[in-house]
């Protein structure tokens, strides 16, 4: 079963949501929340696996309720907005979906939730490490090794510190949910690096040994040092 939120300061929008979760039998909305200050209040006191998140709002908008979180959810935007698309995958959200949307749209955003969970459930992820499959082979890569990480398409490039390039077929979201979220930050839609092997942070691009990787406009360097 989905732990889920909805986040949205119109009450009609909610009711939409709620009604539409009804008929998903692995989604339970636990809570739902036209403040999203007391949203952010009860994500710091209850586990949460998916949050559907208003962009447009008051006070603080949605990407900014994303970003402000340390430990994050599946994220999917709602929104009436098409411009926002780019930058809510920019973020890693899992999903995007333009107000009005109907049953179908929807439940497709739960499926893919449901199976992004389950492949977290499977990763074979444990404290030191991730298990990753390269061609018919399952590759231990321990996460001290790891410097950062590079998407093209639906694979990722895994560059190790002994200079080894590990492909995967893997997109950048589904790999986010295998790494643990205090050691590895995605700073372009396209790379995901190692905070303990980040050497110098500039203002479009960072150094890890003698690699450049870019970093997005979206990207908040203060994920990096702790700030």
Same mark, same amino acid.
């Given at each position: 079963?989905?732990?889920?939120i909805?986040?949205d300061?119109?009450?009609m929008?909610?009711? /939409?949501?709620?009604?539409?979760?009804a008929?998903?039998?692995f989604?339970?909305?636990?809570?739902?929340?036209t403040?999203?200050?007391?949203a952010?209040?009860?994500?710091?006191k209850?586990?949460?696996?998916?949050?559907?998140?208003?962009?447009?709002?008051?006070?603080i908008?949605?990407?900014e309720l994303?970003?402000?979180?340390?430990?994050k959810?599946?994220?999917?935007f709602t929104?009436a907005?098409a411009?926002?698309?780019v930058?809510s995958?920019?973020?890693?959200?899992?999903?995007y979906?333009?107000?009005?949307?109907?049953?179908?749209?929807?439940?497709?955003?739960?499926n893919?939730?449901?199976?992004q969970?389950?492949?977290?459930?499977?990763?074979?992820h444990i404290?030191?490490?991730i298990?990753?499959?390269a061609?018919y082979?399952?590759?231990k890569?321990?996460?001290?090794?790891?410097?950062?990480l590079?998407?093209?398409?639906?694979?990722?490039?895994?560059?190790?510190v002994d200079?080894?390039?590990?492909?995967?077929?893997?997109? /950048?979201?589904?790999?986010?949910?295998l790494l643990p979220a205090?050691?590895f930050v995605r /700073?372009?839609?396209s790379y995901?690096?190692?905070?303990?092997?980040?050497?110098k942070?500039?203002?479009?691009?960072?150094?890890?040994g003698?690699?450049v990787v870019?970093?997005g406009?979206?990207?908040?360097?203060g994920m990096?040092i702790?700030?």
């Amino acid at each position: 079963m989905i732990k889920a939120i909805a986040i949205d300061d119109e009450p009609m929008a909610l009711e /939409v949501i709620r009604s539409l979760a009804a008929k998903v039998p692995f989604l339970e909305v636990m809570g739902y929340f036209t403040d999203a200050f007391a949203a952010i209040e009860y994500l710091a006191k209850e586990q949460v696996d998916l949050m559907f998140l208003d962009i447009k709002m008051p006070d603080i908008s949605g990407i900014e309720l994303m970003e402000s979180l340390r430990q994050k959810p599946l994220v999917i935007f709602t929104t009436a907005y098409a411009e926002h698309a780019v930058t809510s995958y920019e973020l890693n959200a899992l999903d995007y979906l333009l107000k009005p949307f109907a049953f179908t749209r929807f439940l497709k955003a739960c499926n893919k939730a449901h199976e992004q969970l389950l492949l977290k459930q499977k990763s074979g992820h444990i404290a030191d490490s991730i298990f990753i499959k390269a061609g018919y082979e399952q590759i231990k890569i321990m996460f001290n090794e790891l410097l950062y990480l590079e998407g093209a398409g639906n694979y990722m490039s895994f560059i190790l510190v002994d200079g080894r390039r590990i492909m995967s077929r893997l997109t /950048v979201g589904e790999v986010v949910l295998l790494l643990p979220a205090d050691r590895f930050v995605r /700073v372009h839609r396209s790379y995901i690096v190692n905070k303990d092997k980040v050497d110098k942070i500039e203002r479009h691009q960072l150094h890890i040994g003698q690699n450049v990787v870019p970093i997005g406009g979206s990207f908040d360097a203060g994920m990096l040092i702790g700030t």
